[in-house]
């Protein structure tokens, strides 16, 4: 394990044979140790599936049913993989019973709809499916595969009504954002799972039409009056820092400008067209005839409404995800981040340099002296209805993110990079204000540390 540099040489030990204390075993030995006690603790969780899963776009996050979900969730993302990791290092046959016991519960119960962020935790069953196939009796395997099956079915018609039919009045729009990102994650694990490399091969076609909408920078953007001047720019950078564009509201009939890169990510603009692209909601005019320089513009034909669209301002960093800029919080560009890295640990390292730019977009924001109040300028409302509704903390008006919920990404992309903590200042930092709420996230402590299920 390249992890374990730092920590010596020793030989793997069975898990089931470590010592009850933890003087003189090496960092890796204890980590497996650590393993060993939460995957015992795991033993006792009740089967927790749920039939129909409700999250994805619950205003009210105390209502039983969804109270219920995430628990559901909680089962999948932690107990679960965690007891299977156990399972790859002891070979203990009670841990591979519970497992398989959860995973057919779930297939047994549970009815995929093809919601992206309810089925995000899918990725962890179906990681254990995939890994485990060979340990299911022929019935229990066929129960598992339907499941799969139907889970695939149920993405595919969604994603080919681009989610239209999931939307909620006030939920603002989900063209380009993380709803994409979750979607691909859990359908690229189930065609691994079904071992269809053509549909891979043609989804990871699509995601790579993706990345540049869902990481928008170098994109245009329009200004009105026509006059307004665009602030800060560097046209060779392709950045831009519209003033006040973040909060304008475009009507019929007003005179635009538009700036920017004329042939940029979503190809060439007209003054001609004026008219946006229904089904892409972005701040941007779209080509019908010729093409535009900086400082062109035209009239428009529709109205526009920031709240309701991508695109409130252009990106000012190739890190910064269509999520970051419409939510103006780090909660969302993890959210965002954390199913790149598992699309682009399928994906052999495709989108490795979108995940970098991602990631110092994160961590300098993360280690910045200069305090983000996360959700201070969103332009989704359902932000605020969720707030209102139930008060989570984390959207409380003048809440400062907390480092210690990038613990998942932090650990997520260790794993990903292969990255010695011991190597970057600015990594053990964030390490070291994340501890707090590691036991959170023990699957991807204990994936990074042992290196359990590589590229799975």
């Known amino acids: 394990m390249a992890q374990t540099e730092l920590f010596g040489e020793d030989l793997p030990t069975p898990a089931a044979a470590l010592p009850s204390n933890s003087n003189g075993l090496s960092w890796y030995d204890v980590q497996r140790q650590r393993l060993k006690k939460f995957a015992t603790q795991y033993l006792v969780t009740p089967q927790l599936a749920v039939e129909t899963l409700r999250s994805q776009g619950e205003e009210d996050i105390t209502v039983p049913d969804v109270v219920m979900t995430r628990e559901g969730f909680t089962q999948l993302r932690r107990d679960l993989p965690v007891m299977d990791q156990y399972f790859e290092y002891s070979g203990s046959t009670t841990h591979l019973d519970k497992v398989k016991g959860l995973c057919l519960a779930w297939a047994r119960t549970n009815v995929p709809d093809g919601k992206p962020i309810n089925e995000s935790n899918f990725e962890w069953p179906l990681r254990v499916m995939t890994r485990r196939k060979g340990d299911f009796a022929a019935h229990e395997l066929a129960t598992v595969d339907a499941w799969v099956q139907s889970l695939r079915e149920a993405k595919e018609a969604a994603a080919a009504g681009n989610f239209s039919a999931q939307m909620t009045d006030g939920e603002g729009s989900t063209a380009d954002g993380n709803w994409w990102t979750h979607h691909y994650k859990v359908l690229l694990l189930a065609y691994r799972y079904q071992g269809d490399a053509a549909a891979e091969a043609a989804l990871r076609n699509d995601i790579d039409a993706f990345v540049p909408r869902n ?15 665009v602030v800060g720019a560097n046209k060779a950078g ?3 820092d519209i003033a006040g564009d973040h909060s304008t509201t475009f009507v019929a009939g007003l005179p635009f400008a538009l700036w920017g ?22 701040t941007r005019i779209y080509p019908q005839q010729a093409l535009v320089k900086d400082g062109g513009g035209g009239t428009l034909c529709l109205s526009y409404d920031s709240s309701l669209h991508d695109m409130p301002r252009p990106a000012l960093d190739p890190g910064e995800s269509i999520d ?31 995940i970098r730019n991602a990631w110092h977009f994160l961590t300098g924001k993360l280690l910045s002296s200069i305090k983000h109040y996360e959700f201070a300028r969103t332009s989704d409302p359902f932000d605020g209805q969720r707030w209102a ?46 501890t707090d709420t590691i036991a959170s996230f023990w699957p991807q402590h204990f994936r990074w540390a042992l290196g359990y299920g590589a590229n799975v």
Do not use: C
């Not at 990481?215 to 001047?229: K, L, R, S, V």
């Not at 603009?269 to 229904?278: D, R, W």
């Not at 970051?324 to 994906?347: C, G, S, T, V």
């Open 215 to 229: 990481f928008p920078y170098g994109n245009a953007a329009i200004t009105t009056p026509a006059a307004y001047p």
């Open 324 to 354: 970051y800029i419409r939510r103006d919080a780090l909660h969302y560009q993890i959210y965002n981040l954390m199913p790149w890295i598992e699309i682009d640990l399928l994906a052999g390292g495709r989108y490795s340099p979108t």
């Open 261 to 282: 890169n004329t042939v940029g990510n979503d190809g060439a603009y007209t003054t001609a067209s004026s008219q946006y692209l229904g089904s892409s909601n972005k």
């Open 389 to 434: 509704a139930s008060h989570p903390e984390y959207l409380a008006p003048d809440a400062m993110f907390k480092p210690s919920r990038a613990t998942g990404a932090i650990l997520s992309y260790f794993y990903h990079s292969n990255t010695v903590v011991a190597e970057d200042a600015a990594l053990v930092a964030l390490t070291q204000r994340s």
């Open 238 to 240: 392709q950045r831009f």
